[in-house]
């Protein structure tokens, strides 16, 4: 009696009275939990084993084929003022949500077992980290929240202690895409989803609650809640700085987090390491500078693409152990996917006899490896160190075709700040419409900033204050293509050159040229040592085009003015300066 667990009993029980389950399970996060749910899933087909000896304790499972991705247009963001979920968000009135969703969730888990999960977002111990507890009738969500956050008996004993978690009640109902919502309660710290079993729609913990709901928390407690994967350089004296970096979807993030250096490089001694892939949490340390964790324990990441040239780490980290969903499976029941280089697919992701001539790919576009980060070889001892790591530079990037250099640094905070709200890629494969198209990503974050984007900006321009100790801002652009449309930048490993510029420049060893877009490297600040580039691919990397700059600059005036007078008047100043310093 009077325990801090209270809240949460009780919350539990009230779920219980309106959803029904059979039974109730709390999740204490055990291996004996585990094997007892991998062997039910087993046994009732919701999970597949694939071949033991390639891919030890390793399995598949495939979603249901109207439920493969997250679903923007069902997501929304009900705070009790309409203009705080701001442009960016659908918004609902939170009294009208909950009516809603609770009709929804009236009685929905009847014969089946209601999990508990209790979980950490973060390293157990660090002071950074954030708990939350998802209810979920789903035991494939329960295995995936294992490997993605810290589950089970340690997080519940910090929620006893701190008393506050993030409540996230999840059910896949009957996977009907017209009874599917996710819906956001930031001012009530709630998240409620029904209707999809898959990736962010159902794993609470990730893009709900560590960006969503966060970013939220993050602006009232003076942090940063980022869609952004950290990774670590050690050089060759054995000092190692760290980078904390934002993309749109596409551009390769994971593989970006799993770099490998050059062989060069690796001779000279230069090491990456892996903190986080997808999200990262930063606040101001007594030093002033930013210290970040990576919220996440293990990589949901997106499996077509993924190979022994684009990300070795990523095939060795996945060998076993691992999650699948909705990939397809070789003749001796592999896992197999467009862009692996190796095998041939005999069914597909929705399970049926694979049919090459129909030019459809095997496996989903968006299928996925859940894994746990540990097995990730470049995974870095300090991604687990309560303190988080220091952050040095923020990298902005998107998929550019034209105009955008192959990187520049930002002249200060302020204008770093633009930067990233004026980030933007160019679409590819067919998800939604026309291929090629600009779309403005802020941050990356315009599917999960869970507030107005022009409040949002305003905290970002907060945290420059006296006694902070802030990072560089840089963009970069592996993308730049040349007029016979063929990429221009090796990228990949050879990516490390220009971090390694960063991190020069941060040390102030390296040089530039100050532009009105920022300060550019000159070919020879970079180490180009064994890159073949042609005439054209170094004027495009390294040049800047004042025409074509004149023109985005006028259309990121115009973006800006979207959010009306919430936006704050310094970004409206930077665009101006910039616009004004290219000539009208
Ligand atoms: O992930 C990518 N990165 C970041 C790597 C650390 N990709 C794959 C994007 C799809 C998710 C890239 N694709 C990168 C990149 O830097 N660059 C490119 C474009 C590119 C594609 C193929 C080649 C070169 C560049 N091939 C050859 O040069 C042989
Ligand atoms: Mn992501």
Known sequence: MGSRLDALNQWVLEVARLTRPAAIHWCDGSDTENAQLVAQMEADGTLIRLNEETHPNSWLHRSHPDDVARVEHLTFVCTSEREDAGPNNHWMAPADAHAKMDALFDGCMRGRTMYVIPYCMGPIDSPLSRCGVEITDSPYVVANMRVMTRMGAAALARIEREGSFIKGLHSIGELDPNRRFIVHFPEELTIKSFGSGYGGNALLGKKCHALRIASHQARSEGWLAEHMLILGIENPQGETHYIAAAFPSACGKTNLAMLIPPEGYREDGWKVWTIGDDICWMRPGPDGR?????????????????????????????????????????????????????GQPVIDWRGNDYDFSKGTPAAHPNSRFTVSARQCPSYSHKAEDAQGVPISAIVFGGRRASLVPLVFEARDWTHGVLVGAAMGSETTAAATGAVGVMRRDPMAMKPFCGYNFADYFGHWLSFDKPGAQLPKVFHVNWFRKGDDGKFLWPGFGDNLRVLEWMIKRVEGKAGAVETPIGNLPKEADLNLDGVRLSDEARAKLFGFDADGWRNEFASIGEFLREYGPRMPEALHAEQQRIAGALGA
């Not at 152990?321 to 029941?333: S, Y």
């Open 290 to 342: 930013l210290y970040a964790i990576n919220p996440e324990a293990g990589f949901f990441g997106v499996a077509p693409g993924t190979s022994i040239n684009s990300n070795p780490n990523a095939l060795e980290t996945i060998a076993h152990d691992t999650i699948f969903t909705n990939v397809a499976v070789t003749a001796d029941n592999q896992p197999w996917w467009e862009g692996l280089n190796h």
